[in-house]
């Protein structure tokens, strides 16, 4: 299961189907198959285009042959309509009769396993650095003044 921040502002982890936005840790939980169908769009990215059959396979495996292109579609619409509740519009655009494509000006990057903990990790560690700067700081100029 991948981990993915998407435009330095939001990290979406695939294992805990959820999309938390950075600074404010506000969360969009997902159901099993709008994170797949969303883990799919981010891994293929890089695409032109994704199309409708390949989504179909990774979402519903053997399945996806008695699903309709319709489950697919109510599938996107569902994911577009929860990313826009977290502030992510356009994420991924219809390409007519094929499929979708990434919305190329936003940025991906494919974090890994276990980076999640590691990027909050390193925020902790970037705001004690900077709360330690602003005491000697103040230290100084308390100094400097008495």
């Not at 294992?15 to 938390?20: D, L």
């Not at 709008?34 to 891994?43: H, K, P």
């Not at 919305?103 to 390193?122: A, F, P, R, W, Y």
């Amino acid at each position: 299961m991948a981990n993915y921040r998407i435009d330095n502002k939001y990290i979406f982890n695939e294992s805990a189907k959820e999309i938390r936005k950075l600074y404010t840790n506000k969360k969009l939980k997902l159901t099993c198959m709008r994170s797949q169908c969303l883990a799919y769009i981010l891994l293929h990215a890089n695409d032109e285009v994704i199309t409708k059959n390949e989504m179909s396979q990774a979402i519903w495996g053997d399945r996806s042959q008695f699903t309709s292109e319709a489950s697919l579609t109510q599938a996107l619409y569902l994911i577009r309509r929860d990313l826009k509740t977290i502030g992510i519009d356009d994420l991924f655009i219809t390409v007519p009769k094929k499929g979708v494509a990434f919305n190329k000006t936003l940025i991906i990057e494919d974090l890994g396993n276990g980076t999640m903990k590691m990027s909050v990790m390193k925020e902790k560690r970037v705001l004690l650095f900077v709360s330690a700067c602003i005491l000697m700081i103040a230290a100084l100029v308390a100094f400097n003044f008495s």
